[in-house]
């Protein structure tokens, strides 16, 4: 069995049997933004917690959109509890649910690898509470920390993550190898010297290389922006190894079989290329591709009639132009009768449908044909948002029929 379009055949992606298989403790979707991953990754938690797993999902959505689904009026740092509509009373489920907070993140970190005192310290840092804020890469890397330490908790058999929001979907995976380069870069080197150097000759040689880059930078940041980054470096100079080796613990933790990456996009150009590229690149970092999930596919049940006769019906019933350039109608139409204005709607509205449905099948057949071995699972165009618990568990079961 697989996904057919137009020739070409991939396998089908078996949701329950990913969900099901114990192995898999730690589920990844990612894609382009817009393409509805908070939502399939909510999906995906809330159908694994019905099958009896324990479950936690971590969003980074700002939107908040996670926490109404979920019934909750809000969600931060720490899981939340979640009611599971429709649990297997044979193999009862949790489901707990959570939001990244990066600043907060990055406290947690300091306060558990720091002393009172430094901690303090390097908490009060005006630079600190600028890179704990806003840095660039910041979020993608505290994602990363947050998975962590989800799975040394060990409180949760499965962990359902939502990635960042990006304009590269590749953020997220670059975000340890981007915290290295930054934590061993040269200013960084510069920086932390006085407090590393040893000696007193080294020390002066060290100081006098020392003065002239303080100098510069003095007249480029300030004095007193130059004084907070020198102290947030001192503070955080015993840190920088813990920071480097989680990230490359998480970064290998997502290369194991126990991990499985879900590639979300919508049939849509832009969004299929970009799970294009992601596929690409995922299978070059070695990491556990499970499939793409193709969402808000449409669909018509009346597809034995074609766009073509169904246009040529619209235009006998109701003529899209008279002769003279004003909209007219034929027969009974002419005495405006509604029924035929409404079947000639109608008939239009299934003929672009029908165009809709045709331009996202080439779209996939483009995908398929340059990726034949990724499983596939679609989850059909729904009439109105997502919203609630019952939504929810209904993506649920149409990702699991699939």
């Known amino acids: ?20 298989d114990l192995r898999t403790r730690i589920i990844v979707c990612c894609g382009s933004g817009g393409v509805g991953k908070t939502t399939t990754a909510a999906a995906l938690g809330l159908r694994a917690a019905q099958r009896g797993r324990h479950v936690v ?15 909750l009026t809000s969600l931060d740092n720490t899981p939340r509890p979640v009611p599971i509509p429709g649990a297997d009373a044979s193999a009862p ?38 890179l704990s804020s806003s840095f660039a890469g910041t979020q993608e890397y505290m994602a990363m920390e947050k998975l962590g330490q989800l799975r040394r908790a060990d409180s949760w058999d499965l962990i359902v993550l939502d990635t960042p929001p990006s304009r590269s979907a590749l953020d997220f995976l670059d975000a340890p190898q981007r915290l290295s380069r930054f934590l061993d870069g040269r200013l960084i080197r510069l920086l932390a010297a006085p407090g590393r150097a040893g000696g007193r000759a080294y020390m002066r040689v060290v100081n006098a290389g020392f003065g002239v880059f303080t100098g510069v930078l003095t007249k480029v940041l ?39 990456f879900l590639v979300v996009a919508t049939p849509e150009a832009d969004a299929l290329r970009e799970a294009s590229y992601f596929v690409e690149r995922l299978s070059e970092d070695r990491m ?55 079947a000639a709607t109608a008939l239009r509205l299934h003929a672009e449908r029908l165009q ?43 990702l699991a029929s699939r």
Do not use: W
């Open 222 to 260: 300030g004095a007193q922006v130059l004084r907070d980054v020198q102290t947030f470096v001192s503070a955080l100079d015993t840190m920088f190894g813990g920071f480097r080796e989680r990230a490359e613990e998480t970064y290998r933790l997502l290369q194991t079989p126990g991990t499985a």
């Open 93 to 130: 489920g949790t489901l707990h649910a959570m939001m990244l907070d990066m600043k907060r993140t990055f406290d947690e970190i300091v306060e558990s690898h720091a002393d009172p005192d430094r901690a303090a310290q390097i908490l009060a840092n005006p630079f600190y509470q600028s």
């Open 288 to 342: 556990p591709l499970a499939g793409l999930v193709l969402n808000r596919v449409h669909s018509t049940p009346a597809a034995h009639l074609s766009a073509a006769r169904s246009l040529a019906a619209a235009e006998v019933l109701v003529p899209a132009t008279a002769p003279d350039g004003s909209r007219s109608c034929r027969g009974d139409g002419a005495r405006g009768d509604g029924g035929h204005q409404i």
């Open 1 to 20: 069995m697989g996904t057919a379009i137009a020739g070409f055949r991939s396998p089908t992606l078996e949701v329950d049997r990913l969900l099901d």
């Open 57 to 71: 999902v971590l969003t980074v959505d700002p939107a908040r959109r996670l926490a109404q689904s979920m019934g």
């Open 356 to 398: 809709l449905v045709a331009a996202e099948r080439r779209l996939a057949q483009r995908f398929m044909a340059a990726h034949p071995g990724v499983p596939i699972v679609e989850i059909p165009a729904q009439p109105e948002d997502v919203h609630d618990l019952p939504g929810l568990s209904a993506i649920g079961e149409s």
